[in-house]
């Protein structure tokens, strides 16, 4: 059996910032309330010209699911690893909460849960995509900013555009190697 790489595409410009997608991600992995507990989010860059002719663009962002994972390195416990599929994971009943992957991430894509004791962050809501569903946020976006499959099939949606579209991943001057790609 092939193993897949799980990947997810986003289109930025398509963004429009509803936060429907952060909204699904809290209901459907019991994200506590509050600003500073999120596994995804939407970044706001600057106003762009004059009133009354203004723009603004958005960058959605979550854990970059990177193969060289820092958060895994400085882990003391083993909590979090790297699954199969590319698929980076925190066992909570190992965790210890003592953030130290908070720390090593340089993308911010974790946070501390208080009512789970353990760090928590985005798994491409694992427990959806292995029914044969997408995740929540691919799911509920309005404008399909996120594609979200499996690289390592040549005719997969996210293999495709990713042959297609010119694109980038977020800091690769720091090695993690990450498996979000923004279309540019």
Same mark, same amino acid.
């Given at each position: 059996?092939?193993?897949?790489?799980?990947?997810?595409?986003?289109?930025?410009?398509k963004c429009?910032?509803?936060k %429907? /997608?952060?909204?699904?991600?809290?209901?459907e &992995?019991? $994200?506590?309330?509050?600003? !500073?507990?999120?596994?995804?989010? #939407?970044?706001?860059?600057?106003?762009r010209?004059?009133?009354?002719?203004?723009?603004q663009?958005?960058q959605?962002?979550?854990?970059?699911?990177?193969a060289?994972?820092?958060?895994d390195?400085?882990?003391p416990?083993?909590?979090?690893?790297?699954?199969?599929?590319?698929?980076?994971?925190?066992?909570?009943?190992?965790?210890?909460?003592?953030?130290?992957?908070?720390? %090593? /991430?340089?993308y911010?894509?974790?946070?501390? &849960?208080? $009512?789970t004791?353990?760090? !928590?962050?985005?798994?491409?809501? #694992?427990?959806?995509?292995?029914?044969?569903r997408?995740?929540?946020?691919?799911?509920?976006?309005p404008?399909?900013?996120?594609?979200?499959?499996?690289?390592?099939?040549?005719?997969s949606e996210v293999?495709?555009?990713?042959?297609?579209?010119?694109?980038?991943?977020?800091?690769p001057?720091?090695?993690?190697?990450?498996?979000?790609?923004?279309?540019?």
């Amino acid at each position: 059996m092939k193993t897949k790489r799980f990947a997810m595409v986003l289109d930025s410009s398509k963004c429009i910032d509803c936060k %429907a /997608c952060t909204v699904a991600c809290k209901i459907e &992995n019991k $994200v506590p309330m509050g600003q !500073d507990n999120y596994r995804n989010w #939407v970044a706001e860059g600057p106003l762009r010209g004059k009133f009354p002719d203004l723009g603004q663009s958005f960058q959605p962002g979550q854990c970059m699911q990177c193969a060289n994972t820092p958060c895994d390195h400085v882990c003391p416990t083993g909590a979090t690893r790297v699954n199969r599929d590319g698929i980076v994971l925190v066992d909570d009943h190992k965790c210890i909460g003592c953030k130290y992957c908070i720390t %090593a /991430c340089p993308y911010n894509a974790r946070y501390y &849960n208080e $009512v789970t004791g353990a760090v !928590d962050k985005c798994t491409f809501c #694992v427990q959806r995509i292995y029914r044969g569903r997408q995740p929540a946020c691919v799911e509920t976006c309005p404008t399909k900013v996120r594609v979200f499959g499996d690289l390592n099939d040549r005719n997969s949606e996210v293999s495709r555009l990713l042959v297609k579209h010119a694109y980038k991943v977020e800091k690769p001057e720091m090695g993690t190697d990450p498996f979000l790609f923004y279309i540019i």
